[in-house]
């Protein structure tokens, strides 16, 4: 069974045929709501909106541990992270889907392992060469060509704190840095995913230009971010739909 996270602009799933919610408790606290498990497309599926129902957590306040443990004990069998971002290449245009295959992690404070050390369990490391799963990302780029979307084979995410956006010099210098796009939520997310080993893949929507790029340059736009993401979010929607029933 799949899990769907959904971040911004998709806090509930329409074509979702709900069968029944639960209110999970975790070692490490509550998720940030209630589980859904559903179909979409025939297919069973688990949906959690990352910032809560009424979208009322903020990136930094999210209980990522709650929320991958909770899926995890619900035998969801892969991860799929919906998630709003900020275009920092040229080509990745407001309503741009993007499939990312890299990150950098530049959070801090956050709780990002479930390996805390204490006792005597032993060190343990998780290898992150290659963050998101492979398998994972190519069911979706084949979805993708299924139902005729376009989406973007790869791009580097970095991961900020926010929950302000960044400054036009914060984003010169993670494009020097290597990244593509830049949003709030990818981390720890995808490391805990991978410490409990469900495979762990991204559709990044891109909802406008990075801080100074493109019609960004003198400010971000929150209304036009609304309008792009309702058509976009119309799209992953197809898409996860597509990627259930493959
Ligand atoms: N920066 C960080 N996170 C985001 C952005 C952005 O420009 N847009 C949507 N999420």
Known sequence: MLAIIGGSGLTRLSSLEIVRREVVRTPYGEPSGALIFGEL????????????????????????????????????????????????????????????????????????????????QPVQHIDFTHP????????????AKACQQTVFDGGVYATTQGPRLETAAEITRLERDGADLVGMTGMPEAALARELGLPYAAINVIANYAAGRGDSEQRIEFEQIEVVLQEAMARVRQLLGRICQD
């Open 132 to 143: 998101y799963d492979r398998a994972l990302r190519e069911r979706i780029l084949i979805a």
């Open 41 to 120: 497309a025939n297919k069973p599926v688990v949906f959690l909106p990352r910032h809560g129902y009424g979208h009322t957590i903020p990136p930094h306040q999210v209980n990522y541990r709650a929320n991958i443990w909770a899926l995890k004990q619900a035998k969801a069998t892969g991860i799929v992270s919906v998630a709003s971002v900020g275009g920092i290449r040229t080509e990745f245009k407001p309503g741009t889907l993007v499939i990312p295959d890299q990150i950098i992690d530049y959070t801090w404070g956050r709780v990002g392992t479930f390996f805390e050390g204490g006792g005597d």
